[in-house]
């Protein structure tokens, strides 16, 4: 069963086609991620998932059709977003960016669960999220996204200019959050990608070029080719 | 010292006038991105929805019933303000040229019907008589109305305040400023702010409208344009989408604009655009305005 089917999306920006018919699927409760070099469209398939950007072509989630829907309607179909720079509100406190993305009328337990994550929120609450470090902004970025009861999560390189302590406790709370929950990822950082794939999608020059497991990730020269790094083992 | 006192207030008052005009202008630009021109239409449609009211009320308006005009053409003007949102405003976003060209014919139409319909000469506002009192404050007499204007801009102030800081729709608001496209994306319908701050700036422009009347001494669809420009300035000043920051832009320019006239006739305009200059040679993104991304 696949909680989101992408089919031949074709997305252009300002007279730019950045997405060529790019098709995968995104298998219910399991860890999908998105990978391929920098500027292959991968951030930018998140961002047209979430009705930033218009495209042609089929978005479904459990079946219903969401391309063309509007942003705020995709989320409230279960759709979360976590975006590549965050993109908290800095003048709010966080109490005041999790109230934002709170659309449960009976939120408790789910606050219960973000602030066993992320003990540090609940202590800083009343601060102004503008003031936070990297690695406590991106917590409110991810405990938004866990605030409400979603299809899908999106995540995008929640790791991205984390220090390497904050790598693994942000990696930690992804697997805690994978255990429950289906994940498209976009993450660069290959050994948390190693620990937490279950399905893998390498998208290169606007298309999928690669979707299946995730043993691929072990074999050096499968990741040279594909992503242009070194990783896995010989 | 009575004179610097009388320049003060009286700077001050004007300064209330500026900002009950400003306010709307600073959260749309703010929240939206929309450079409303539209925005003295507003204000037109505010004072003669007053102006009628008051006239139909009776020649000795009391102050009840200033307030209650006031509150009138408030409504009307938020009313006007919704639907120039709802029928135009809503298919131009992110189209900025179209959207300055729409709303300056909107601007073009509202003063020609008013023109058609009320001629364009001043009529005198029905004003309770104690608005012609005046108030000694530290040996200076203060002329009353000048009061009026800035207990309004304040009470105005408070509430917006309270709106933004306590509500929901206020936290939308503030969080659809910094990101609009974010707060979409947690599902949040961002188009309700956008109604709700144009029905807002359209009703302290509504509001501002009546008051201007009174200081203008008389109604008139020709009264706007100054103002206007005036609450471009100010919000430029005070920040894109800083009610605090227009309050605070909009007292300093109705202050520095009062001494210099006082002391060179004619000179308070130019002080103000030197102002405006260095504000955005110093500070581009205004007093209390944030550095977009």
Redesign the interface.
């Known amino acids: 069963m696949n909680a989101l089917s992408v089919k031949d999306l074709h997305v252009k920006i300002n007279e730019s086609h950045i997405l060529h018919g790019v098709s995968f699927e995104v298998p219910t409760n399991k860890v999908t991620v998105l990978l391929g070099r920098n500027g292959v469209g991968k951030s930018t398939t998140l961002r047209s998932i979430m009705g930033f950007y218009q495209g042609t072509g089929s978005v479904t989630l459990n079946g219903k059709e969401i391309l063309g829907m509007q942003t705020y309607k995709i989320a409230q179909s279960g759709v979360a977003f976590v975006p590549e720079d965050r993109e908290i509100f800095a003048s709010l406190t966080v109490r005041e960016n999790l109230s934002l993305a709170s659309r449960e009328k009976d939120s408790d337990a789910a606050y219960k669960l973000v602030y066993s994550l992320f003990p540090e929120l609940d202590t800083r609450a009343a601060q102004q999220a503008g003031s936070l470090s990297g690695g406590q902004q991106q917590m409110v970025a991810i405990a938004r996204a866990l605030l409400n009861k979603n299809e899908i999560l999106l995540v995008d390189e929640p790791t991205k200019g984390l220090a390497p302590k904050l790598v693994s406790e942000v990696a930690e709370v992804l697997m805690k959050v994978a255990e429950h929950s289906t994940m498209l990822l976009v993450e660069q950082n290959l050994s948390l990608v190693k620990k937490i794939a279950q399905h893998v999608i390498v998208m290169d020059q606007g298309r999928v070029v690669y979707q299946g497991g995730p043993e691929n990730l072990n074999d050096a020269a499968w990741v040279h080719q594909m992503l242009g790094v070194s990783g896995g083992h010989k | 010292m009575d004179t610097f006192i009388l320049i003060g207030i009286t700077g001050i008052g004007l300064g209330a006038l500026y900002f009950l005009v400003a306010s709307g202008l600073s959260l749309i630009y703010g929240l939206m991105g929309v450079l409303n021109f539209a925005h003295g239409s507003f204000l037109t449609v505010g004072a003669f929805v007053g102006f009628w009211l008051a006239r139909t009320l009776g020649p000795d308006t009391s102050m009840p019933e200033f307030i209650l005009a006031m509150i009138i053409g408030g409504l009307a003007a938020g009313a006007f303000a919704l639907l120039v949102e709802q029928l135009l405003i809503t298919r131009l976003y992110d189209r900025h040229i179209d959207q300055a060209l729409v709303t300056v014919g909107v601007s073009l139409v509202v003063g020609a019907v008013l023109g058609g319909w009320f001629t364009n000469d001043l009529q005198i506002f029905p004003t309770p008589l104690w608005f012609y009192t005046a108030i000694n404050v530290g040996g200076a007499m203060i002329p009353a109305d000048r009061i009026v204007y800035i207990a309004t801009a304040v009470l105005l102030l408070i509430a917006n305040w309270a709106l933004l800081k306590f509500t929901r729709i206020g936290?939308?608001i503030?969080?659809g400023v910094?990101?609009r496209?974010?707060?979409?994306?947690?599902?949040?319908?961002?188009r309700l702010a956008f109604s709700t701050v144009f029905f807002l700036g359209g009703f302290a422009a509504g509001v501002g409208g009546v008051l201007v009347s009174v200081y203008s001494n008389g109604v008139s669809p020709l009264i706007a344009g100054t103002y206007l420009i005036y609450g471009f300035i100010v919000v430029v000043i005070g920040g894109m989408g800083s009610v605090p920051g227009s309050f605070i832009a909009a007292m300093l320019i109705g202050v520095i604009r009062q001494f210099a006239n006082y002391y060179v006739t004619g000179l308070g305009d130019f002080v103000v655009v030197i102002l405006l200059a260095g504000v955005l040679l110093i500070r581009p993104q205004g007093l209390l305005g944030?550095v977009r991304a």
Do not use: D, P
């Open positions: 936290l939308i503030r969080a910094e990101n496209h974010m707060v979409n994306a947690l599902g949040v319908n961002v944030k």
